[in-house]
């Protein structure tokens, strides 16, 4: 695994580089927070009485990349990453962790999820739309939205990185 960059947005850039500058400094964030830990500490619980880890969050956005960019905005038929039975919706959003579950694969599985997330949005307008639940949802507002969860995610990530080894900023 190797650790992106974090870019820093450009301060001075059209509205489109504007939002994809803000939602990749937040995905680098989350790698970065994840980075130099064991499998164990990334999968520690560290807050309590959350369950919520590291670990957990980075599957948890692989699942809201596939479902905003996927899904919603190109149509595909791309069931949950990490299904669960017994649920209403048939998955938790990829908080849980099974006894299998590795860094190494969940790293894999959010990185092709954010390489098919920049694909479908190649050559799209921000204008364009998708459909959820029977409303109509504009590339722009899934930038900001995943701007927004990703940013929520992230002061998680701060939280149960300080409390795993102490570590914090980036």
């Known amino acids: ?5 974090r870019p820093i947005p450009n301060p001075n850039a059209d509205e489109r ?3 994809e500058n803000w939602l990749d400094f937040y995905r680098a964030t989350l790698v970065l927070k994840c980075e130099g830990l064991t ?4 999968r520690t619980a560290s807050a309590p009485p959350s369950s919520l880890t590291l670990l957990g969050l ?3 956005l692989a699942e809201v990349e596939r479902n905003w960019f996927r899904r919603v905005l190109a149509g595909e038929d791309a069931p949950p990453i990490h299904p669960r ?3 209403a919706n048939g ?3 990829g908080f849980e962790l099974a006894e ?3 860094s190494a694969t969940a790293r894999a599985t959010w990185e092709a999820e954010v390489a098919a997330a920049r694909a479908n949005c190649a050559g799209r307008e921000l204008g364009e739309t998708g459909t959820f639940g029977g409303a ?10 995943m701007i927004a969860e990703y940013a929520r995610h992230c002061g998680h990530a701060d939280l149960l990185r300080e409390r795993v080894d102490g570590a914090t900023g980036v």
């Open 136 to 145: 109509e949802f504009s590339l722009r507002w899934i930038y900001t939205h």
């Open 91 to 93: 998955h938790d959003g």
């Open 58 to 60: 980075l599957q948890h």
């Open 17 to 19: 580089t504007t939002l």
């Open 39 to 42: 499998e164990q500490q990334l």
């Open 100 to 102: 299998d579950a590795t």
């Open 1 to 5: 695994m190797t650790t992106p960059e």
């Open 85 to 87: 039975t017994g649920e």
